[in-house]
C-alpha cells in the first residue's frame, strides 16, 4: 500500500476536522496506540491518521475524506488478520472498535451487528434469548471480517459457514454513498460479500441469522504423541462419516505437560442430548487419552477458550492449506509438524467443511470452495522476545511445502497472507471472474483491500 505524503495527510487532517468530532481523528498518544493494537504483536505499522469511529457517520465522513485528499485508508474491525490489514502503515485507519452493539430480535432470530463487534459480543447478546450464532472458533476476532471471508467454526455443519447466515449488510461504498444489501437490493454485491472479504466497502453493521440450539456438547480430548499414528488414522475413518450435528476440529499442539499431543475438539449442536453423547464418545475410543473433557457448554464459554490460549500481542505466522482428507500423506505431515515443533504456542488446527456447509452450490456465494474438505491452519506463535522467531516461520513454511502434493489449488482468502499471489489466484474458483466484474464496478480504483483478491495489477490511490 502507497505510504501517504505529508501534504496529503494534512489535506485530510484537514478534511476530518471539519466533518469528526475533536477526540476521534489521533495521530499519537493512548487512543492512538489502542487503535493500533492487533492480535498480531509482530504488527508494526503506523498508520498516519486513525479515526476510531462512535458511529457510522464517521466512518462514512472517514471514506470520503481519504478520497478527497487521496489517503490510502484501512478499516480495523477486530484486529485479528495475523498479517496486519487492518492497519495501513502511512495512511488512513479507520478503526470500528467503538462500533460493537449488538440487537436481538428474537422472534425473527436475527442479530443486528454493528461492525466492530466481535464473535464474543455476538454470542454474549443473542445467549439470554436462548439462541446461538454462528461463529468462528475464537471470541476476540470480528464477526464482519470472520463473516465476509468465510468463517469455519463449530456449528458450520448444520447451519454452514458464517458467511451463509447473513441476512444483510449495510456498507459504505468507496464513493461515500451508504447501501443495504440483501438478495434483493444490490444481489451482486451480496453475493460478492459472501466470500469475498471486505473488499467492496466498509460494513458499518450485519444482520444474521440466529438459531436455537438446546443441546450443545463439546471440549477437548488429548492423545499422547505415541497414540499419534492411531489417533490421526481413527479420525481418518470418522471425520467423513459425521453427521451435520458433529463438527470435528483437531490437530497437534503441546500438551499440558509440554510434549505433543494429537487434540480434538468435537461439538456436537443436535436436539438430541444422547445421540450426541455417543458420537462423541466415539472420538473419545481411538486411544488412552492423556485428557478427556467432553460436557454441555456454551459458545460464550467456547470461544473464551480459545481466546484464553491464543491472546492478543504474541508474534504469529499462519500458513493455511486445504486438503480433499485425512490421507496417509496429510497424516505424516501432522505428525511431522508435531514431532518438529519449535515453540510452546505453536499449533496445527484442522477445520472440516462437512454437512450444511458443504451442500451450498458454489456459484451461490463468492466462497470458492463447497466440495468437503479440511482446512489445515498452521500457526506460528511465540513470545515478543523469543529470540528464535526465524526457526518458527520456518517450521510453518516447511509444513505448507510438505502439504504441498496433497494440497487443493487456492486457499482460505481470510487467511492468505500478502505475499501467496498464487494460491490467491485459485481461491475463488469458478467465482473468480463474477467477483472481479462486482470489484471493477463498485470499488473500480480499489479503495478496500481487506483481504487477497485473484488480480495481480489493479489501480492504487497514490
Known sequence: MTVATHQHLG?????LQRTIPAGRVVTAGPDYDAGRHVWNGA???????????????????AVLAARESGVPLSVRGG????????LNDGGLTIDLAGLRRVTVDPVAQVAEVSGGATA???ARAVEPFGLTAVTGTAGSVGMAGLTLGGGYGPLSGRFGLALDNLVSADLVLADGSVVTVDDEREPDLFWALRGGGGNFGLVTALRVRLHRVPTLLSGIVMYSWDQAATVLAGLAD???ETPDELTVQFGVLRGPGGDPVVFVAPTWSGDDAAAGERALARLGSFGTPLVSQLAPT??????????AQFPFGRHAEIRPRSVPALTTGVRDVLHLAGSSLTSPHSAVSVHCLHGAAARVPVTETAFGNRDPHLMIEIIALWEPDDVQAKGHRA???DLTSALEPEALPGGYPNLLGPDEAARTAHAYGPNTERLLAVKRRFDPDHVFRAIPLPVSSVPRLA
Open 43 to 61: 504488527v508494526s505499522s503506523r498508520p498516519g491518521v486513525i479515526v476510531r469511529c462512535a458511529d457510522p457517520d464517521d466512518a462514512r465522513n
Open 79 to 86: 484486529g485479528h488478520d495475523w498479517a496486519g490489514r487492518a
Open 238 to 240: 470418522a471425520v467423513p
Open 395 to 397: 517450521w510453518a513454511d
Open 298 to 307: 456454551t459458545m460464550p464459554e467456547k470461544l473464551a477458550v480459545i481466546d
Open 11 to 15: 489535506r485530510l487532517a484537514d478534511t
Open 120 to 122: 464474543a459480543d455476538l
